[in-house]
């Protein structure tokens, strides 16, 4: 029969690998909330049911922290940087080495923490190493859970504010990540820039669908900055397609002599900056709808697109034109 | 009582700040308000403070309380500055819930619950970070910013692990603390900006809102520096190479940012960037205070931190003043904003007297320390070095601004007062103003204004007339204020002699359960303890007690008698 702490272990560490390891937000902030749930467990003496209650309630919030961050726009990021498969097993080595090592002894807390503890902090190395934002901070989340889980089974459970604390701090840098990656001040930003350059339009304004090439009808404050003189709107942010490949040729920098001179083919070119890396929009500073990247993916679009792709010097049309009677 | 006033304060202010930013006048006054408040409340906390939540006790200090209002009063400066020189409305919440997370970390008894609050006010700073994409991977703020939280959580949450000391299984405890030490020097190195780790800490200017410098490089690493100084008694008893190999990395980092930094700010053209390296150098007596590994370091670290705090708030709120009264932060630009705001460059000269000091001052008495203690006998010419490079910063700044005047700073308004004209013939500005304010009331321009404007009116537009002599005159008070500090005044000195219930957890003996190897040496040794007073054994020592080598201090290190407890 296997034992509760054992169990709780176990779903930690399997949280930690579906959070490293997922590449939609959504199954990333999942994992992470299983993991912050069943950490409390992980312990010995358990914790009064005050504190595991804060604890729940705080994983649930950090958890909405981040899902929040992915649903406000796609957050779907490369993933885990060396595979599922070797998440897993490096997990599960980890576990193993966790399990048999004793770098503390007597032991204060339950053995299978200290595996636990062991698992995450390895499984936090190689997000915490990379580039993406998203990524580094769900790397971050990973390895303070795992902390805590060494924490309690070398030095023993925490105190009751060490609860709150650490469910602060987990709180915390979720709410970090998610600030980090969220297009929150996108307008911001937009209007800044739209000042410096008036012909700069948001490009959360007409968002395009990245499967038909078809225009959604944008909001109001985008449609009004749609002027005679305004360029293609850059950047895009498609849902699906190229992935991977964008998200590695956004490595690459914007050249800074990059022309200004929309094209039609930036207008449907995926932002290097895009939501693949982790936030949600594209970078307003950028020159809008110039060349930007030679790496740079292009989305197959059918031909032809009588009305949706705006040319230099013609209105942008926003909505399906009205027949003519 | 106080305690929970402030954290309620700081809780409240930074929730209702946050929810009220998109309301242009609420969220500062909010941000205002709350500051105010966490100021007032920050003086009452002292010795006699307590607060017990459950099986941990929060108990106040003098240097907690002392710290506490400082870093709220530098926030409500910085903010009034930021009334006139653009308002960043995350500044106000996020100074509020980092100053709460400090809070817990500076009161609280078990070093657990102090090290992970103090991770947890780190991560404030990400509210500052401007989201938007950057041109390239390199300058990408929001990348540097979740990689600093992240290791910062990882060096405070070892930290806490080691603090508590745990029976590790082996012959030698050595490479444990010297890997706690190594990884925590390096958050505290990241964090403050200290070369070669400057790169984030130049561009906040981009990649960050206004003035949050402020935050970012100086209120959360000094907060981060008090915890990491009062951690690093725990290694006072060790002995072994592991460590002094970690001891050597974080001095080797300390020297860089002394000489690398001040160097950086005297070729660089922009007036963020000179301002953060200045920022920058100062960190690196930070990092020696912890490599000295030893109790005589930590007064006057203390006081230095609250100088650092005080004075390079005063910076941050100078360069935004400058910047706003001629439109631009280059420096070569601003050739002469001497004759036109002298009452700025006499702000820059306190500054400078503030953060260097003079032979007999309390602040250059730390700062002398602190090399002398965190340095070899070899590398104590780098105290005159760096007075030397600072001062040459400082001096760089205020010839630039003797000079002649550019066409930016010609038509820049001046510091001379003036008044909206009344009976009079209108002045250029004084017809501006006065035409915004009549076309703002509905009326119909071209009239008399002076008539039609009634005493409020006229008192709005004084203050836009006088905006440019209102900032100077707060900063000016503001590097008063940081002077004051660094010369002893106010209670800095005494409020320095004690320390933070983290001392007390770091200097005790551990009590742990025996375990089955026989113990390393036969003679327990208690340490001496640091702490103001006595506090409980922390939560997380369980268990008889384990032995603890004798204090260790490689030289050139003197140890001091224990600080006394404050008695003011």
């Known amino acids: ?325 | 009582m106080s305690l929970l006033v402030f954290l309620v304060i700081c809780g409240i202010g930074a929730a209702v700040g946050l929810a009220a930013r998109s309301s242009r006048w609420l969220g500062r006054l909010v941000g205002l308000v709350c500051l105010l408040l966490a100021f007032a409340a920050a003086l009452t906390i002292g010795p006699t403070t307590s607060l017990t939540i459950g099986d941990v006790t929060l108990a106040g200090t003098s240097y907690s309380g002392f710290f506490l209002a400082c870093a709220a009063g530098s926030g409500l400066l910085l903010c009034v500055v930021g009334l006139a020189s653009g308002w960043p409305d995350e500044l106000a919440p996020a100074a509020l819930a980092s100053l709460a997370g400090l809070a817990i970390a500076f009161t609280a008894a078990d070093p657990g619950v102090a090290l992970a609050a103090g991770a947890a006010a780190a991560t404030a700073g990400a509210l500052l970070i401007v989201r938007t994409a950057p041109r390239d991977a390199e300058g990408d703020g929001r990348l540097a910013e979740i990689r600093t939280i992240g290791l910062v959580a990882a060096g405070l949450g070892f930290a806490a692990i080691t603090v508590a000391r745990p029976p590790w299984n082996g012959r030698d405890d050595g490479p444990i603390f010297a890997l706690a030490f190594l990884i925590l020097g390096l958050a505290l190195a990241v964090r403050s900006g200290a070369v070669p780790f400057h790169v984030p800490a130049a561009r906040l200017g981009r990649t960050a809102a206004p003035l949050s410098p402020a935050m970012l490089l100086v209120w959360i690493p000094a907060g981060l520096a008090v915890l990491a100084i009062s951690w690093s008694a725990t290694t006072l008893g060790i002995q072994s190479d592991w460590l002094n190999a970690s001891i050597a990395v974080v001095q080797v980092v300390a020297v860089a940012t002394l000489v690398l930094g001040p160097l950086a700010a005297l070729v660089h053209d922009e007036l963020e960037e000179v301002v953060a390296y200045s920022i920058v150098t100062d960190a690196g007596f930070v990092l020696l205070a912890m490599a000295a590994r030893t109790d005589s370091a930590a007064e006057p670290a203390r006081l230095w931190l609250i100088v650092f705090i005080a004075a390079k708030t005063g910076l941050v709120a100078w360069a935004a003043g400058l910047s706003r009264a001629f439109g631009t932060s280059n420096v070569p630009r601003l050739r002469g904003w001497l004759r036109r705001t002298p009452m700025l460059g006499l702000a820059l000269a306190v500054i400078a007297v503030a953060t260097i000091g003079w032979p007999g001052s309390p602040v250059y008495e730390a700062r002398s320390t602190l090399i002398r203690l965190g340095l070899p006998s070899g590398l104590q010419f780098l105290f005159p070095v760096s007075i030397a490079l600072a001062l040459a910063c400082y001096a760089r700044l205020l010839l630039i601004g003797l000079r002649s005047a550019t066409e930016d700073v010609r038509l820049a308004r001046s510091e001379l007062p003036r008044w909206p004209a009344v009976g009079r013939r209108p002045s250029a500005d004084a017809a501006v103003a006065a035409t915004a304010m009549t076309l703002a009331s509905g009326a119909e321009p071209g009239g008399e204004p002076e008539a039609s404007a009634g005493v409020g009116d006229r008192v709005a537009a004084a203050w836009r007339l006088n905006r440019t002599t209102g900032v100077s005159l707060v900063i000016v008070a503001g590097a008063a204020l940081s002077a004051a500090l660094a010369f002893g005044g106010l209670g800095t000195s005494n409020a320095s002699r004690s320390g933070i219930p983290l001392d007390a957890a770091a200097h005790t003996t551990p009590t742990r359960a025996p375990t089955q190897a026989p113990p390393r040496l036969p003679t327990p040794t208690p340490l001496p303890s640091l702490a103001p007073r006595p506090t409980p054994e922390p939560s997380g020592a369980v268990g008889p007690s384990q032995s603890i080598p004798p204090s260790f201090s490689p030289a050139p290190i003197t140890t001091s008698a224990p600080a006394q407890p404050n008695t003011d």
């Open chain 1, 1 to 325: 029969m296997i034992q509760p702490v054992v169990a709780a272990a176990l779903i930690a560490a399997i949280g930690g690998v579906v959070a490293i390891a997922a590449r939609d937000g959504r199954v990333v902030a999942l994992g992470l909330l299983i993991a912050m749930v069943a950490t409390p467990f992980v312990a010995s003496p358990e914790p009064t049911a005050l504190a595991v209650v804060f604890r729940v309630l705080g994983s649930l919030l950090a958890a909405y922290l981040l899902l929040a961050a992915a649903r406000s726009q796609s957050i779907a990021s490369e993933g885990s940087g060396i595979g599922v498969l070797a998440e897993t097993a490096v997990a599960g080595a980890a576990f193993s080495i966790g399990w048999f090592i004793v770098p503390v002894e007597p032991l204060t807390g339950p053995l299978a923490a200290q595996a636990a503890g062991v698992t995450l902090v390895a499984l936090a190395i190689v997000p915490l190493t990379g580039r993406d934002v998203f990524r580094v901070g769900v790397g971050a989340a990973v390895l303070v859970i795992g902390g805590s889980l060494l924490f309690q089974a070398w030095i023993g459970p925490a105190s009751s504010v060490g609860q709150i604390v650490l469910t602060a701090l987990l709180v915390a840098v979720a709410g970090a990540t998610g600030l980090l990656i969220s297009p929150f001040d996108a307008m911001t930003a937009m209007r800044g820039t739209a000042a410096e350059a008036p012909a700069a339009v948001p490009s959360a304004a007409g968002e395009l669908s990245a499967d038909s090439g078809a225009e959604i009808a944008p909001d109001a404050a985008g449609e009004a900055a749609l002027t005679e003189a305004a360029p293609a709107v850059p950047a895009p942010l498609p849902r699906r397609p190229a992935a991977r490949k964008t998200a590695r040729s956004s490595a690459a920098p914007i050249p800074a002599d990059a022309s200004p001179t929309p094209t039609r083919a930036s207008t449907i070119r995926t932002s290097p900056f895009g939501p693949l890396r982790g936030e949600g929009w594209t970078d307003p500073s950028r020159p809008l709808g110039g060349e930007t990247s030679d790496e740079e993916t292009e989305i197959e679009t059918p031909e032809p697109l009588p009305e949706v792709f705006p040319t230099p010097g013609r209105v942008r049309r926003l909505r399906p034109r009205e027949p003519r009677r």
